[in-house]
């Protein structure tokens, strides 16, 4: 019998103590159901040769990333329903210093929360002017910058009447495509926080907030788009928490 909200909101309660020095939460996490059969359970395996990991790794694709790219609302011949919404910010490493040239993709549910793929068969209607994946690669100050549209919750079937936070996937890459980071950003103020285990996982409060984006009145576009700004930060005690191992 799949749990109610109130049991994983005990184990969540349970579990809200920060690992000292942790940077990162567990990767096993009881209150996220699938990371107790997901998570790696054995030691790191040392590559004799990491090149060999950039021959099977992802590559840009067929054509070289332009700017229509980082718009998902021009995709399509017709215009996508919802909230239009700028998303910018910088990737930095742990010094502050800006990370340029950096391959970022997101790719995120439509405003009714469903994503465009086989396997979510939410009965949320689909959006045909709406693919939901873009991205863009970083410029000299280590900014990126998407215009999209707000994505809506979703429920997802970790527990009785489970709910996800509105949120975008964020993929980065390094100086190598071994070096990918995974995470989500979510916006400011939505009540489903308190409810969302892949979000309590990030037990330390300070690092859970790196992962809300702030909503920005000088990024909004009049009568176009609403603005949020969102940095990542890739190493360090201030890093952005990712979905690494998960």
């Known amino acids: ?3 109610t909200q109130q049991e994983i909101s005990a184990e969540i309660a ?9 940077l990162h939460p567990e990767r096993r996490y009881p209150p996220y159901r699938s990371s107790l059969l997901r998570h790696p359970s054995q030691p790191v395996v040392a ?37 239009r919404i ?12 800006p990370v340029r ?22 009965p949320a209607p689909l959006d045909p002017n709406f693919t939901g994946v873009g991205r863009c690669l970083t410029d000299d100050e280590g900014g990126y910058a998407f215009t999209t549209i707000k994505p809506g919750a979703y429920p997802w079937r970790n527990h009785t009447n489970a709910w996800r936070p509105a949120h975008i996937h964020f993929s980065l890459f390094g100086t190598a495509f071994a070096q ?19 979000l309590r996982s990030v037990t330390d409060d300070a690092a859970r907030q790196r992962l ?12 176009w788009s609403l603005g949020y700004r969102w940095d990542v930060v890739l190493d360090g005690p201030a890093a952005t928490w990712t979905e690494e191992g998960r």
């Open 1 to 3: 019998m799949s749990p």
């Open 14 to 22: 349970a579990q809200a103590a920060p690992t000292s020095g942790a």
């Open 47 to 83: 590559l004799e040769d990491p090149d060999a990991v950039e021959l099977s790794g992802p590559v840009f694709g067929v054509t070289d990333v332009t700017e229509l790219d980082a718009d998902l609302t021009r995709q399509h011949h017709g215009e996508p329903l919802g909230e």
């Open 86 to 97: 700028t998303v910018t910010g910088r990737v930095l490493d742990r010094n502050g210093r």
């Open 101 to 122: 040239g950096q391959l970022v993709e997101i790719w995120q549910a439509n405003a009714s929360g469903r994503y465009a793929h086989q396997r979510d068969q939410h």
């Open 180 to 198: 990918r980071l995974v995470t989500q950003m979510y916006f400011p103020g939505d009540p489903l926080f308190a409810y969302d285990p892949i």
């Open 212 to 223: 809300v984006a702030a909503y920005d009145h000088e990024l909004s576009v009049p009568e």
